[in-house]
């Protein structure tokens, strides 16, 4: 069965092309997302950080750490924030190496089937149809990333 063409004249696209399609899509959208929030987090560790430079180490703060607030002081909070803010970099970093992946693998697939950015709207049409018949692409995992977020902000007392 064969979803509608683009354009008259032009490419069929299959029903298993739009499948495939819907799922790389969701597979770049749900990495995209994730580095976005990533960046959001990376970005909070840097404003603690900036914030409790210059404090005494024996000073006391708070830290939520899974959802807990624990009393601890700047001299070991600030070391414990820095590290998770070098983790966050690093996985933010091997994760757009995937979404760079998967976008590359995209665009081979386009030419492999001979789709122009031109086709892209009608597969998305496409793939919305299925979606609302029902269909649910199957979502990447991306190896080695993180499902819970890292957590570390700090509040000074």
Do not use: Y
Request: aromatic letters at 2%; a negative charge; glycine letters at 8%.
């Amino acid at each position: 069965m064969s979803a509608p063409p683009a354009d008259e004249g032009s490419v069929q696209v299959t029903q298993e092309q739009v499948q495939e399609f819907a799922v790389m899509r969701q597979g770049i959208s749900d990495i995209s997302e994730k580095v976005q929030s990533l960046e959001m987090q990376r970005h909070e560790h840097s404003l603690v950080l900036k914030s409790i430079d210059g404090i005494p180490d024996d000073r006391r703060c708070f830290r939520l750490v899974g959802g807990v607030l624990v009393e601890k002081n700047v001299g070991v909070v600030r070391p414990e924030v820095q590290a998770n803010a070098e983790q966050l970099k690093g996985v933010m970093e091997t994760m757009a190496k995937k979404l760079k992946e998967l976008e590359l693998a995209l665009v081979a697939f386009m030419q492999a089937n001979n789709l122009t950015p031109k086709h892209e709207a009608a597969l998305l049409n496409a793939a919305r149809q299925l979606a609302e018949a029902g269909f649910e692409p199957a979502t990447h995992k991306v190896a080695g990333s993180r499902d819970k977020a890292i957590e570390g902000g700090s509040v000074l007392a």
